[in-house]
């Protein structure tokens, strides 16, 4: 069975089998095999041929497209927790105590790190007196992103009243240096809290409470990975969050 695409590039830039041959450093044969009974070359030879027929290889050749095969399990998914809920508070509290550099919380309201761990703003306190850099990121109360994630969750107007309650339980920290608060207006796909090469992602669902969704725990291990994806996630989020004053 001929290859019709191939043939029909070739004709459209005048390429002849001895003229691409030639240019590809193969025998004639070869090019005519490929037209003719869709003979499929070597990689190497392919991108050759198709770089100089200025046509992308895998559609001269699609039988060379090989999909990256999936991995089980990404090598920095270190757990997987079926709800919020099952994950301890103090979780989140040893994840941040081990930050050195830098520790990121993005969220809607995320009021249950203060009811759980009544201490986390010492804690924060703490960690940026030892030079860690912490950005706090909560919701905009009256952001319409708000009053649309408290529709999805069916608690009506109560998560503006959370993130009132959460910016209230962060004021104290406006003062300290080395931490920032911001409120955004962001429509949040997940919750998101990092320590240095660490973080916990908690994922948000339509019509579901954050304490009943999944949280994957995740610890940096290749560029371009999954921690790199969130990460840079937290950075666009926070870089359209508005300062909270003083």
């Given at each position: 069975m001929p290859n019709e695409r191939l043939r029909a590039v070739m004709a459209a830039g005048g390429w002849t089998h001895e003229t691409l041959a030639r240019k590809v450093g193969i025998d004639p044969k070869s090019v005519?095999?490929?037209?003719?009974?869709?003979?499929?070359?070597?990689?190497?030879?392919?991108?050759?041929?198709?770089?100089?027929?200025?046509?992308?290889?895998?559609?001269?050749?699609?039988?060379?497209?090989?999909?990256?095969?999936?991995?089980?399990?990404?090598?920095?998914?270190?757990?997987?927790?079926?709800?919020?809920?099952?994950?301890?508070?103090?979780?989140?509290?040893?994840?941040?105590?081990?930050?050195?550099?830098?520790?990121?919380?993005?969220?809607?309201?995320?009021?249950?790190?203060?009811?759980g761990y009544p201490r986390l703003n010492a804690?924060?306190?703490?960690?940026?007196?030892?030079?860690?850099?912490i950005r706090i990121a909560v919701g905009d109360a009256d952001s319409a992103a708000v009053r649309q994630r408290g529709g999805e969750e069916r608690f009506g107007h109560g998560i503006e009243s959370r993130c009132r309650l959460a910016l209230m339980h962060y004021r104290s920290l406006l003062t300290v240096p080395g931490i920032e608060v911001r409120t955004h207006a962001t429509?949040?796909?997940?919750?998101?809290?990092?320590?240095?090469?660490?973080?916990?992602?908690?994922?948000?669902?339509?019509?579901?409470?954050?304490?009943?969704?999944?949280?994957?725990?995740?610890?940096?291990?290749?560029?371009?990975?999954?921690?790199?994806?969130y990460a840079a996630s937290i950075d666009a989020v926070w870089n359209t969050a508005r300062p909270v004053e003083k």
């Amino acid at each position: 069975m001929p290859n019709e695409r191939l043939r029909a590039v070739m004709a459209a830039g005048g390429w002849t089998h001895e003229t691409l041959a030639r240019k590809v450093g193969i025998d004639p044969k070869s090019v005519e095999r490929w037209v003719n009974k869709d003979r499929v070359p070597r990689q190497v030879t392919a991108l050759r041929a198709a770089e100089l027929l200025g046509e992308d290889v895998h559609v001269l050749w699609p039988a060379l497209w090989q999909p990256r095969k999936a991995r089980a399990i990404s090598p920095e998914l270190v757990a997987l927790y079926p709800h919020r809920a099952d994950l301890p508070v103090a979780a989140y509290a040893e994840l941040f105590a081990q930050a050195r550099e830098r520790l990121d919380i993005l969220v809607y309201a995320g009021l249950f790190l203060h009811e759980g761990y009544p201490r986390l703003n010492a804690l924060l306190e703490e960690r940026a007196a030892a030079g860690c850099a912490i950005r706090i990121a909560v919701g905009d109360a009256d952001s319409a992103a708000v009053r649309q994630r408290g529709g999805e969750e069916r608690f009506g107007h109560g998560i503006e009243s959370r993130c009132r309650l959460a910016l209230m339980h962060y004021r104290s920290l406006l003062t300290v240096p080395g931490i920032e608060v911001r409120t955004h207006a962001t429509t949040l796909y997940n919750s998101i809290y990092r320590a240095d090469d660490q973080m916990l992602v908690n994922g948000h669902v339509l019509g579901v409470n954050a304490y009943g969704t999944p949280v994957w725990h995740l610890r940096r291990a290749e560029d371009g990975g999954m921690f790199d994806t969130y990460a840079a996630s937290i950075d666009a989020v926070w870089n359209t969050a508005r300062p909270v004053e003083k």
